[in-house]
């Protein structure tokens, strides 16, 4: 089946820098890639997503990469903020299959 | 106005316990979903059903039996409660299975203890 594997498991950025989250999977046939947020006592959240036949994709401060032939995919913060404190999952969806999230990254953006 | 409820929010039980965890959405999906997050934060699928009907059973123990009377409710009844259960559990929905660009909705989840 399916296997994500994402890195960092902890970040910590000051106020203002940049963010970097990765993450490899192992299903060539995977086609859509999701990151989703998680804020403290409350369910994960899209944030952006990405599907296969696009290498970028942006939305304001936050960005996704997406390396087919490689088969791993990152999400972009810049400018953080305080507000961006949280845990970050990336995740697969295969068409028809289940959504299978990696470990997940607890980013820590100090004022 | 809460898109996928959850309910108890929190549930401190003794092993041995039976016990419940109720999930409501009232977005038309048609999927709904039970997760786990266990206390490093991992999110571990446990089921899935499509309009009532159970498509996706990953590994789970038998004490764990999910019910839906409709599209809009999927509940999760726990039997002979261990220690090993205690977990955050999260209830999500979609309006397809899996299809390119579908987005999970999630609750904002059951924090079990067992003691």
């Known amino acids: 089946g399916e296997n994500v594997e994402q890195h960092p498991s902890t970040l910590s950025v000051q106020e203002g820098d940049s963010a970097v989250i990765k993450c490899t999977y192992s299903?060539?046939?995977?086609?859509?890639f999701p990151w989703y947020k998680q804020e403290l006592g409350k369910g994960p959240q899209l944030i952006i997503d990405i599907r296969s036949n696009v290498g970028e994709k942006k939305d304001q401060r936050i960005a996704v990469t997406l390396n087919k032939t490689a088969k791993h995919f990152s999400l972009h913060i810049t400018e953080t903020q305080p507000e961006d404190s949280a845990v970050y999952f990336c995740a697969v969806w295969p068409l028809g299959g289940k959504l299978i999230f990696g470990q997940g990254t607890e980013l820590s953006v100090k004022p | 106005d809460t898109a996928v409820s959850q309910t108890p929010k929190y549930l401190v039980t003794q092993m041995g316990n039976d016990k419940s965890i109720k999930c409501e959405q009232n977005?038309?999906?048609?999927?709904m979903y039970w997760y786990k997050q266990d206390s490093k934060k991992f999110l571990k699928i446990m089921f899935s059903?499509?309009?009532?009907?159970?498509?996706i059973n990953e590994t789970v123990p038998n004490r764990f039996s999910p019910k839906s009377p409709d599209k809009a409710h999927l509940n999760l009844h726990i039997n002979s409660l261990e220690l090993g259960d205690s977990a955050v559990y999260f209830c999500?929905?979609?309006?397809?299975?899996?299809?390119?660009?579908?987005?999970?909705?999630f609750g904002q989840g059951t924090r079990l203890t067992v003691v």
């Open positions: 977005l038309g999906h048609d999927t």
């Open positions: 999500a929905s979609s309006s397809v299975q899996g299809a390119l660009g579908t987005e999970a909705f």
């Open positions: 299903d060539s046939a995977s086609n859509y």
């Open positions: 059903y499509n309009n009532k009907e159970l498509i």
